[in-house]
């Protein structure tokens, strides 16, 4: 290979200048500025900053949520007793209507006949009775004549033998007089055999009239039954059958439906809880942590599909004795006041019952949780070890010791409900730990962090309405002897039931 070859400027010539070669001392220079940058490190980064707080601590309690299907309390079939053509309707389709409102009149001609004819037959079995109590009547004053005729045979009879044995009276005379004693004798056994058959007359007079009088009853019935009337207070669903129309009594095979009418106030919602939250439930009755709502009534909120906040309180009334083989869930229900009418049977509602009892809770942002492992764990702020943690920190840093500080350390938690905005963290944490609510993005554990307090903001009024702890704290019923319910007596031994200073508006009058 030729040398490198430099160019450089020729005098004279026209294709400019060329470049002298660089001195050694030049490029020394250069080297070995360039060898002082490469070992200048730059500054390592600050300990990210975290803001930390201890859980906020809270008295709490738990509401399960359900879906719950609207029943009413009373559902009725109006079908005619009796028998007839439909004369009129009473109602509007779809009216409101009290108990015993009228709704539908059946002809009652044929059972106005029927109670006449019934009414006759009475009035002719008294007069029967009347005429055996007359007979009675004569038969005892013949009897009284022929006892006393008997009387005066007998005395005479007697007159007449001392007058023979003296011979003052033949015994011809005697034996005539005897005669006539016999005689009164038989007319007092025939006065009393008219007595018998006088009573023996009153007593069939007597069951006639029974019969008869039963025929009336009957009848009236039967007329009665001709104004088909409603057994509870409700709404009624539209006439199925029109005015005109034959329709067929309940003695008269399967009794022909004329429309139904259900109960308004109050409404039953029914729920299916899982075989776990019914197990949970009587885990937290045996230890006396929660009552079981077999034995009281435990609250319960509704709401329905356009509603927000859960406005409607009820109260839990029974609870079914066996799960369902089927679905392995228990049946509870439901009670709630419909005062006005907006719950409807066979409506959707989401409900919410007690499901624990009122405890200490600590509560935590839902943005300080993260998933570990499959688990919600947070970060708990704990001291910079100087052993393992410490040389995982300086590894992290570039190979340098990090200083001795803080770090955070990963805890799996159990969580509970949103309250108020925050979440319930039910197991995992101390109320003493300092947990990371802000920045929990750049902290790692074993990573030193700069710590700053934070603040847990509650929304008081949300939590309220979330918590409702005046709502579990009311003084709930408990079912007497008689299986009704009476009040629990309060903390005053008043017995008084409140609900945040109101009178408590469970409903008291359903069974379980």
């Known amino acids: 290979m030729s040398s490198p070859r430099y160019a450089t400027r020729r005098p004279g010539s026209r294709r400019g200048f060329a470049h002298p070669p660089l001195s050694a001392a030049v490029l020394l220079t250069g080297l070995l500025l360039s060898g002082c940058e490469d070992e200048v490190a730059p500054p390592p980064p600050p300990p990210p900053e975290v803001f930390v707080a201890n859980p906020l601590i809270r008295e709490v309690v738990e509401w399960d949520d359900y879906t719950a299907r ?11 007793r009796v028998g007839g053509f439909l004369e009129d309707i009473h109602f509007a389709d779809g009216e409101e209507v009290e108990a015993g409102a009228l709704l539908f009149t059946i002809d009652p001609r044929p059972f106005e006949a029927a109670l006449a004819s019934a009414k006759g037959r009475l009035s002719g079995a008294t007069a029967a009775l009347q005429e055996a109590e007359a007979l009675k009547a004569s038969a005892l004053a013949a009897n009284t004549q022929a006892e006393a005729a008997l009387e005066l045979r007998d005395t005479q009879l007697a007159r007449m033998r001392k007058l023979v044995e003296r011979g003052a009276e033949t015994q011809e005379g005697y034996d005539i007089e005897a005669s006539q004693r016999k005689q009164a004798a038989a007319d ?189 764990s947070v970060l708990v702020v704990v001291p910079l070890s100087q052993t393992t943690d410490e040389s995982q920190a300086g590894e992290s840093n570039g190979g340098d010791a990090a200083p001795a500080g803080e770090t955070v350390e990963p805890r799996l938690v159990t969580l509970g ?96």
């Open 70 to 80: 609207l029943r009413a309390v009373a559902t009725v079939e109006i079908r005619p």
């Open 188 to 376: 007092v056994v025939a006065a009393r055999a008219q007595i018998k058959n006088a009573e023996a007359a009153a007593a069939t007079a007597e069951a006639g009239i029974a019969t008869a009088e039963a025929a009336v009853s009957a009848a009236e019935l039967d007329l009665s039954f001709t104004r088909v009337t409603s057994p509870i207070a409700g709404r009624l669903s539209r006439r199925l059958v029109d005015k005109g129309n034959l329709v067929t009594g309940a003695d008269g095979g399967d009794a022909t439906l004329l429309t139904t009418v259900v109960s308004q106030d109050p409404m039953h919602a029914f729920v299916s809880a899982p075989e776990r939250a019914f197990l949970k439930y009587s885990r937290q009755a045996a230890s006396g942590e929660r009552p079981s709502s077999r034995n009281v009534q435990n609250p319960a909120v509704l709401q329905l599909a356009d509603e927000t906040g859960y406005p409607h309180v009820g109260a839990i009334d029974f609870v079914d004795n066996s799960l369902d083989m089927g679905t392995d869930t228990m049946t509870g229900r439901l009670s709630f006041s419909n005062a006005d009418g907006i719950l409807t049977p066979g409506m959707f509602a989401k409900v919410k019952i007690l499901g624990s009892g009122i405890y200490e809770g600590m509560l935590l942002p839902d943005s300080a949780v993260t998933i570990r492992q499959n688990a919600p």
């Open 417 to 512: 409900p949103l309250l108020g905005g925050l979440r319930v963290v039910r197991a995992g944490i101390e109320p003493t730990d300092r947990v990371v609510i802000r920045g929990i993005q750049m902290a790692r554990p074993g990573v030193p962090v700069r710590t700053k307090p934070g603040e847990i903001e509650l929304d008081e009024e949300s939590f309220e309405q979330d918590a409702r702890l005046e709502l579990a704290r009311a003084v709930r019923v408990e079912r007497n002897a008689n299986g009704n319910y009476d009040a629990m007596p309060d903390a005053d031994g008043d017995g008084a039931e409140t609900v945040a200073g109101e009178p408590n508006s469970l409903p008291t009058g359903a069974a379980e």
